[in-house]
């Protein structure tokens, strides 16, 4: 089975593009990390619990108010105020990363965990591909586990910022800054996936509209259902022990190709 890892920058059109894959004639399983994140910190769980106990003291408004939501059972508290949340952590600020860091440290483990678990079903239930979407995907390290990588990516953080100011009404254009900065430059994502080499990293553009997506995204699964078959995935099912080689072996790749990454990059940066 191919992990697919999907990723980009907010606004970048990621998660039209994991829609279309979720759909003919794709019809690939999706697992959506933004999603998993919203789901490991409802109320009552163990990370709602330690954001509380890390960020409410500092954050007034950190719960909505039960005016908010009329009929809502508080009896595990009150859902988190995730603009509130966005507030405290996104921007470039020393003070800000370092909550960011905290509670990300929070997030991802609980979200890897429900990862899992999912891969282990869509593989049992014999699925020649399964998509991660994943915001963070090189930066949480989990690109080793991708046989692909898909970037969804455009040519200048403008229109990053126009799209997000349109979609959502509320942030200032201070606050679009600090999110699309939060994410990292979608370029340098791009420029990371095309290093991965051919069927291993594919870039999708999303600078014009859907159908010019569209006709980018068909090419790209294209050219990595050649490299990936269906008759593979088959076999994979069919054989758990080379499953198993193939997904140490995968690993290992991603671990050879990020290494790569950062040599060049050291490399760059001494020549400057």
């Not at 606004?11 to 829609?19: C, P, Q």
């Not at 998509?131 to 403008?158: H, I, K, N, Q, R």
Request: net charge positive; charged share 25%.
């Amino acid at each position: 089975m191919l992990l697919l890892g999907l990723t980009g920058s907010i606004a970048t059109g990621k998660s039209t593009v994991s829609s279309i894959l979720s759909k003919p004639p794709y019809s690939l399983p999706v697992i959506d990390a933004d999603l998993l994140a919203r789901k490991v910190v409802e109320p009552g769980t163990a990370g709602y619990k330690e954001i509380l106990a890390r960020f409410q003291s500092t954050t007034p408004d950190l719960l909505l108010p039960p005016s908010s939501i009329p009929n809502y059972d508080e009896s595990k508290g009150m859902p988190l105020n995730r603009p509130a949340l966005g507030q405290r952590v996104f921007g470039d600020s020393e003070e800000r990363r370092k909550d960011r860091a905290v509670l990300n440290s929070i997030v991802h483990p609980a979200v890897r965990m429900e990862m899992y678990k999912r891969l282990l079903r869509c593989y049992l239930r014999g699925y020649w591909a399964v998509v991660l979407d994943v915001p963070l995907l090189f930066e949480s390290g989990l690109d080793t586990l991708c046989g692909t990588v898909m970037v969804v990516s455009v040519s200048d953080p403008a229109i990053q910022m126009k799209r997000l100011r349109e979609r959502d009404a509320h942030l200032s254009a201070e606050d679009a800054e600090n999110r699309v900065k939060s994410q990292g430059d979608v370029r340098e994502k791009a420029r990371r996936c095309e290093a991965r080499g051919v069927g291993r990293g594919v870039v999708v553009n999303n600078d014009l509209g859907m159908d010019e997506l569209r006709t980018e995204l068909d090419r790209a699964m294209k050219s990595i259902r050649e490299k990936s078959p269906r008759w593979w995935a088959w076999l994979l099912l069919l054989c758990p022990p080379l499953a198993g080689l193939a997904g140490i072996w995968s690993y290992y790749r991603g671990i050879t190709i990020n290494k790569k990454w950062r040599e060049q990059q050291l490399q760059t940066k001494a020549r400057l």
